[in-house]
């Protein structure tokens, strides 16, 4: 069975610094998806990045980018010029690439929190 | 409008008691799922379904049942509710391809005293 790890239950930042969060996944698949999602205190998850397994370009959405190491089953989240806004649950996925295999498996979380 | 709802989104139940959470969605996506989240566990899959007459265990369906009435509609009962089924209950949909993104309602916050 997959298994995702997130081993900093939680990490502090102050505002305008960069943060990266960890999680690591355990898998014998070859093709398979990576998800981070953030919960903030409204407590919706919203997804922030996604990156498929068989692309080696490490996927950015603004301030927010991962370093994906497929080969160390890695997938850390790195958040740049840290915002209040940004302070919430961050949630590591990973699911199955084959069809009908859309169950996401989670880690246990990250609680980030900004220092003003 | 919200595409995704969930309906309570807060209820404290008893003992024993029959509880159903409701989840609806407007994206047309034929892909719905339940999670409950504790603190320190991330979230857990109790069941999915990818269309109405599809219906899966996830890896905690134990005390829970699901109907999909709609394509759009997907219930979670639970039949006599126990105290360590309080949790934070989500929804979410997916649809067929792509990234198959889940989109997550704003969940429901369940107490059983």
């Known amino acids: 069975a997959q298994t995702v790890t997130q081993s900093q239950p939680e990490m502090s930042v102050q505002e305008a610094e960069t943060v990266t969060l960890s999680c690591t996944y355990d898998t014998s698949e070859s093709d398979y998806y990576l998800f981070w999602y953030k919960q903030p205190p409204s407590r919706q998850m919203i997804l922030v990045i996604r990156q498929e397994a068989y692309k080696q370009q490490n996927a950015t959405e603004n301030r927010f980018s991962v370093n994906f190491q497929k080969a160390a089953k890695s997938f850390s989240l790195k958040i740049s010029d840290s915002q209040l806004g940004d302070a919430a649950m961050y949630f590591c996925?990973?699911?199955?690439?084959?069809?009908?295999?859309?169950?996401?498996?989670f880690g246990t979380g990250t609680r980030l929190t900004i220092i003003p | 409008d919200a595409d995704v709802t969930q309906t309570p989104r807060n209820r404290i139940t008893k003992t024993g008691k029959r509880i159903m959470l409701e989840c609806s969605q407007t994206k047309g996506h034929d892909r719905m799922y339940w999670y409950r989240q504790d603190p320190g566990l991330g979230l857990r899959l109790i069941y999915y379904?990818?269309?109405?007459?599809?219906?899966n265990k996830g890896e905690i369906s134990d005390g829970y049942s699901v109907s999909r009435q709609a394509q759009a509609k997907f219930s979670l009962s639970l039949e006599s509710a126990i105290p360590n089924q309080t949790a934070l209950y989500f929804c979410a949909t997916s649809e067929e391809r792509g990234y198959n993104e889940q989109f997550f309602g704003p969940g429901t916050r369940l107490t059983v005293l």
């Open positions: 379904s990818f269309d109405v007459k599809d219906i």
């Open positions: 996925a990973y699911r199955r690439g084959n069809f009908g295999n859309e169950k996401l498996t």
